[in-house]
């Protein structure tokens, strides 16, 4: 159980275009996902926290107009990276909990999205 | 502030020995919760092994087990009879409320 998909797993895109990445909780309702991102051999930097249908909250230094998140339900959170540049480059990692789950203090992780802009 | 403190950036074991990595944090809460989390070379994060702080029992997972030590706010984790795919990225985490903090990671090998 307590199973968190990504899609795409791997995107390659111009300059300048949009990316949209989708986190969706499989088998358990989601009310908090976590959008992180991780460069090579570094930890997971938290990039916002959304609970489903409201704003996300995003950490200080992250750029709310370019990294637009939406939780508009309860097993689906998506991560639009807009106007992309090379230095968005990066590995995104979504991670959903609930406290509905037995479980329920654990965030359970998608297998990431590797974002290549050229 | 929270913060999570691995001081091992990479550790190795022999094959069926067993590794200790070591993890502390700072925090005023007294209700938070503990991770250990493992990053493969696929990036996937599995959860390895997890401890509420106000249990004074040390979790344990089959070969992997925690020394919670709440006062010195330490939590090592112990990996008994290492197995070649024990190989990855451990990250150890924190969580207090909606709150998640990660270490830096402790990557280690396993020498068969």
Redesign the interface.
């Known amino acids: 159980g307590a199973v968190v998909s990504q899609h795409p797993s791997w995107v390659i895109c111009k300059s300048g275009t949009s990316v949209k990445i989708e986190c969706r909780s499989l088998d358990f309702q989601a009310t908090?996902m976590?959008w992180y991102r991780?460069f090579p051999?570094?930890?997971?930097m938290?990039m916002a926290?959304s609970n489903e249908g409201s704003k996300a909250t995003y950490e200080q230094g992250v750029e709310k107009d370019k990294f637009l998140i939406n939780h508009a339900s309860l097993t689906l959170s998506t991560l639009t990276v807009t106007s992309a540049h090379p230095e968005d480059s990066s590995?995104y990692?979504c991670?959903a909990w609930d406290k509905a789950l037995a479980?329920r203090?654990?965030?359970?992780?998608g297998?990431?999205t590797r974002l290549t802009v050229l | 502030a929270q913060t999570v403190t691995q001081s091992q950036p990479e550790m190795s074991v022999q094959e069926a020995e067993t590794v200790t990595l070591s993890c502390t944090y700072d925090t005023s809460e007294s209700d938070y919760y503990l991770f250990w989390y493992k990053q493969p070379p696929s990036r996937q994060m599995i959860l390895v092994i997890r401890q509420e702080a106000y249990k004074q029992q040390n979790a344990t997972e089959n070969r992997f087990s925690v020394n919670f030590q709440k006062a010195a706010k330490s939590f090592s984790l112990k990996i008994s009879d290492s197995q070649l795919g024990d190989a990855a990225m451990y990250f150890c985490a924190y969580r207090s409320g909606n709150q998640f903090y990660f270490g830096t990671g402790t990557s280690l090998t396993v020498i068969p």
């Open positions: 908090t976590f991780q051999k570094q930890s997971l938290l926290t590995f990692i991670s479980d203090d654990t965030q359970y992780f297998p990431g």
